[in-house]
């Protein structure tokens, strides 16, 4: 059971669930097979990523903007977000009545800010991080007498993400364990209230993109402790330093949080891309690339992981699609050096494709310090289907006298 000292009770979530009625919608846990078949149990998909605004924030954004007195929603109220916060306070805000100002880091996913605008939110690009933009919201709080919806540093915040704790003990009662992306922890912690306050055996897991992981940090010196100099594509689980309110009850109740690279990243959201034929932004595909890291491990099912969301930029998502690709083995990208005359190009695509290797690009390289009068180097990329056929391809043109180079 919960300790009754805690900030946020099951009871405030049920009461949060109740005010929550009719404006979100339970989202759908869908089992994947081939995620089941890689980790050896029973695993389910919580998809978050369907939620409306497209992620799990306008539980907490709609739960704590709805508790606020006449006289503060009067006032407006400002946040600081990557994004689905944003988006999340908006569509609240669109939906009581209430004005709100954003402070968003510039490199914001651009369909991130068009959809907070979109809601009727008045926007302004502030630094790089969401810690940036946080200082800013707090100015603003200040200066307006705005009320500043924290993104995840508040009881009722974190109450409003635990509904969906409730909802995955009533889709898959008999769950073992529960992998949850994680930033800031407010849905870490809201759903580890949730579960743990009646069903104390399930193991929850938080897990971090490691180059912005401040809660391994933080839980090791016993404090939030700030994570410095982030660098990741998960925009969304990017925040420098945890909570207060999260913290404590993430280091109470959660049995761990781990980290994922941003190649595991990649290769989780190409995964479910192609086998769950669901969209998720990086920080959503969080906790899947956990479980494939850890494939084959001994893990306590039936397993949920939680699609934290899905607010991609179609661009991003191209890139992270090759990304993903090579890290899967998927594509290989190398130069090569031929006699310049003709059919000696021809002859190199012709031994590519006798190991069915497809070619998508082909580079003419004529002019170089390092090139004779009769050289040209070719720069290919290929596609192949996977790192075992990645080495019989190099093998291959290996055996035939190719010099190949890499980088």
């Not at 090569?336 to 021809?346: F, I």
């Amino acid at each position: 059971m919960a300790s009754p000292t805690l900030s946020v009770s099951r009871d405030d979530i049920l009461a949060a669930q109740d005010l929550l009625s009719g404006v979100v919608r339970p989202t759908p846990l869908e089992y994947s097979r081939a995620l089941a078949d890689r980790v050896g149990t029973e695993v389910y998909l919580k998809c978050e990523n369907l939620q409306r605004a497209g992620s799990f924030k306008i539980r907490g954004a709609y739960t704590r903007m709805a508790r606020l007195s006449d006289a503060e929603k009067a006032r407006g109220v400002v946040a600081a977000s990557a994004g689905n916060h944003a988006q999340g306070v908006a569509l609240a805000g669109q939906l009581l009545g209430i004005d709100v100002k954003v402070f968003m880091p510039h490199g914001a996913p651009m369909p991130k800010l068009v959809a907070t605008k979109a809601y009727g939110a008045t926007v302004e690009l502030v630094g790089t991080t969401i810690d940036e933009c946080l200082v800013k919201a707090r100015e603003w709080e200040a200066e307006t007498g705005a009320v500043l919806i924290h993104p995840f540093d508040h009881r009722d915040i974190v109450a409003g993400q635990g509904t969906a704790g409730l909802e995955i003990l009533d889709q898959c009662p008999d769950v073992r364990t529960i992998v949850v992306s994680t930033g800031g922890g407010g849905l870490l912690a809201g759903i580890s209230v949730a579960v743990k306050s009646v069903r104390p055996d399930v193991r929850i897991v938080g897990v971090q993109a490691e180059q912005a992981a401040a809660y391994p940090l933080s839980l090791a010196a016993g404090k939030p402790v700030s994570f410095e100099n982030m660098q990741t594509m998960a925009d969304g689980i990017a925040v420098g330093l945890p909570g207060d309110v999260p913290y404590a009850l993430v280091r109470h109740l959660c049995d761990g949080v781990e980290t994922v690279s941003e190649e595991e990243l990649s290769r989780a959201l190409l995964f479910l891309l192609e086998r769950a034929k669901l969209v998720v932004e990086p920080a959503g595909a969080a906790a899947v690339a956990h479980l494939l890291q850890h494939a084959g491990e001994p893990v306590d099912g039936p397993v949920v992981a939680v699609l934290s969301g899905g607010n991609i930029d179609p661009l991003l998502l191209l890139r992270i699609i090759r990304h993903g690709m090579a890290a899967a083995g998927r594509y290989l990208q190398f130069r090569v050096r031929v006699s310049d005359r003709p059919g000696h190009l021809a002859k190199l695509l012709a031994d590519c494709a006798a190991v069915d290797a497809n070619v998508l690009e082909v580079e003419h390289i004529r002019t170089g310090t390092t090139i004779t009068v009769d050289e040209v180097e070719i720069g290919l990329q290929l596609e192949t289907q996977g790192r075992q056929h990645c080495e019989e391809v190099l093998r291959s043109l290996r055996s035939k006298g190719y010099q190949l180079k890499f980088g």
